[in-house]
């Protein structure tokens, strides 16, 4: 039986360089007796990591800090430019890219609009977003966020079409996109990118056991148990978009990859014409769900106003009939936001029963247009439905979660090869080359 590996002086100086490199991304920059005390280590051998650590490029002085009179410190910082890594967000609509250096701090974005039949290969319009953020210097990792998810079993995308995805159905998708970029890259589903961001930085904060629902001109899901995204076997948890729904038509009916399931009652498409059949208008489900919040709020206030003022004076028969009118479309606005919350809830029901989460992250424009009028109205339908009540929080990350998420996995891997870091437990499984 083999004993345990003793602590060899070049592992001791690898453990304690990547605490240093860790509290100076967390709290930096840094004077050289900050980084001991923060550290636990002495002097001298602070002395020696900072001066290993500048000599490989990865820290860097950042002027001196005046002390006790007479008396300075050398600050240091994280050098910027160890490393830079980009991010990727794609739809049928437009290619979102964002670049950032190795401490975070996002240094180009690029928009590349993206016709429904793009043109070219598919590695040039990826280059193309990413040459327009203009980066700094060579990036170090690429991370690109799809409407589908990458089986790991074949690494083939999957839960898309190629009507869906235009190119991206070809075998080896991963190695040909780092191949075809010049730089290692990892696929991974959008939402799946959108809870990272939330457990980063947004509503999950601190809640190892949540989902996220995208509703959206699409829905979707995304599983984090234990403080780590559940995939499933074929990369597919949380294509909730087809799960079998009450008063939904099946893949049986539909076909496979057709409008079926949640997707049927409770997508984009779907909320518009609910609306309209409310009287709603709007040109498109984001703009109908926010004209019938505005509805249902304004015409509550004007009612109290106008009840305050009745007990003053009598109403005239043409302002109390347009009180009237004004009230029943308040009513039916607030009809229609019930009817989508209802549908909403149904598969929330499903999958809080199945899963029993703490937290349930409301994400994507549909539930971003409804503001928190519709979560509660979702909060209070899901309550009805399930013994669990699980709260319901709306996406507090800003400037795209998708994006976000994207980066933030990028960085994550990034620093695990520049700094030796042990990936996040969250992020661990994506699908790097």
Known sequence: MSGPVPGTPSLLRAINDRAALRVLLDRGPLTRPEIGTLTGLSKPTASQLLARLQEAGLVVLDGVREGLPGRTAEVYRINPAAAYVGALDVTPDRIEARVADITGTVVGEYTLPTPRRPGGELVERLNAALEGASPPGPLRQVVIGVQAALDPST?????????????????????????????????????????????????????????????????????????????????????????????????????????????????????????????????????????????????????????????????????????????????????????????????????????????????????????????????????????????????????????????????DLARAEVFGFTPDNARAGATPL
């Not at 990892?186 to 457990?199: I, S, Y």
């Not at 809640?207 to 629902?213: E, M, R």
Request: proline share 5%; no cysteine; aromatic share 4%.
């Open 155 to 411: 690494g083939a995308l999957g839960y898309a079409t190629a009507k869906d995805m235009p190119g991206w159905q070809i075998p080896g998708l991963v190695p040909a996109l780092s191949e075809g970029l010049g730089v290692p890259v990892a696929v991974e589903n959008d939402v799946n990118l959108a809870a990272l961001a939330e457990q980063a930085h947004g509503a999950a904060r601190g809640h190892p056991d949540f989902v996220l629902l995208w509703a959206d001109e699409g829905i979707g899901a995304a599983v984090v148990l234990g403080g780590r995204l559940h995939r499933g076997a074929t990369g597919g948890a949380g294509e909730v978009g087809y799960m079998p729904t009450p008063g939904a038509p099946t893949a049986r009916e539909a076909g496979r990859y057709a409008n079926h399931g949640y997707q049927a009652l409770t997508g984009g498409p779907a909320v518009l014409r609910l609306l309209r059949s409310y009287g709603v208008r709007g040109a498109d489900f984001r703009q109908a769900i926010a004209n019938a919040v505005r509805a249902a709020e304004s015409a509550t206030a004007r009612r109290a106003a106008e009840s305050a003022a009745a007990q003053r004076t009598a109403e005239s028969a043409t302002a109390r009939r347009a009180a009237e009118s004004e009230a029943r479309r308040a009513e039916d606005a607030r009809a229609g936001l019930r009817d989508i919350a209802a549908r909403l809830a149904v598969g929330l029901a499903a999958i809080t029963s199945v899963l029993d989460p703490g937290l349930i992250v409301l994400a994507g424009g549909m539930v971003m247009a409804g503001g928190e009028t519709l979560r509660e109205l979702v909060e209070h339908e899901l309550h009805a439905l399930t013994i669990p009540r699980p709260r319901l929080r709306l996406s507090s990350v800003e400037g795209g979660p998708v994006l976000a998420g994207a980066l933030d996995l990028a960085l």
